[in-house]
């Protein structure tokens, strides 16, 4: 049997997401695991619920709040500033000329989102402005752009005021679509969050879920995969139970007790 592997979520540059997908793909199948590498096309929900997925990585809020079956492998840790072990954190992303703003000033303005279940672009900016909101919501409008690349051309085509960007999707940005990030400035961030989850199907069993963690560890410590590590900012790999992304759904229900559902 093919079991599907994909690294949807950081895929900013395609030739180092498939360098990374051999890879792993070598590693599972020195282990017996016959794997069928993919960027996936479908709806990525529907990817992630797949009975055949054998490694994905999601965003921690669809995790806690739209994927109750899927077992979790663990987390890459990045060397992307903002970064802290296996947790994250996103920045605040303006234009230049409102660098020296703070988040309060905002009221009113326009953000940009990538999605709103992204525990990245909206949960942890809803977070830090439930505080601050009046009526139930800070921002005069949402811009849904559908990615976080978006997200900054929105910004930087004045359609939009602010975004909050995953700390490692900037990095990236940097050095990839340096052009995309010309005129924009980071001017605060949100609180360390657990990480992108790497996920399974809840049909994995616990014998392979082990060879999974086992070549997780080597692809981040193996001499032989450290350029391919490297051009994806991973350095390390820790297993995480599904416990450790709790506080995100507590972070929306926060945000919720105090009135504000929405940006």
Request: proline share 5%.
């Amino acid at each position: 049997m093919s079991h599907d592997i994909a690294f949807p979520m950081y895929d900013l540059h395609r030739p180092d997401t498939v360098a990374l997908l051999r890879a792993l793909t070598e590693l599972l199948a020195a282990r017996g695991i016959v794997v069928k590498a993919l960027c996936p096309q479908e709806a990525l929900l529907s990817h992630w619920r797949s009975d055949t997925l054998l490694l994905s990585q999601t965003c921690g809020f669809p995790l806690v709040t739209q994927l109750p079956d899927v077992q979790t492998v663990g987390c890459f840790h990045y060397t992307a500033p903002g970064c802290d072990g296996f947790h994250y954190r996103s920045w605040l992303v303006v234009r230049e000329e409102n660098a020296r703003q703070t988040l309060a000033d905002f009221r009113g303005r326009v953000v940009a989102c990538n999605a709103e279940d992204s525990q990245s672009g909206y949960n942890a900016l809803r977070k830090m402005v439930a505080p601050l909101a009046q009526g139930g919501a800070f921002f005069s409008a949402v811009i849904l752009s559908g990615s976080h690349r978006q997200s900054l051309a929105a910004i930087g085509q004045r359609r939009a005021d602010i975004a909050a960007i995953d700390c490692v999707s900037w990095a990236l940005l940097a050095r990839h679509e340096p052009e995309l990030l010309a005129g924009l400035k980071v001017m605060g961030s949100t609180p360390l969050a657990p990480g992108l989850p790497l996920i399974t199907a809840k049909q994995t069993s616990a014998s392979t879920l082990a060879k999974l963690q086992d070549a997780l560890h080597e692809l981040v410590s193996h001499p032989r995969y450290q350029v391919v590590c490297d051009a994806q900012l991973i350095t390390g790999f820790s297993p995480i139970a599904r416990d450790a992304y709790s506080p995100l759904l507590a972070w929306h229900d926060e945000a919720a007790a105090l009135g504000v559902t929405h940006l």
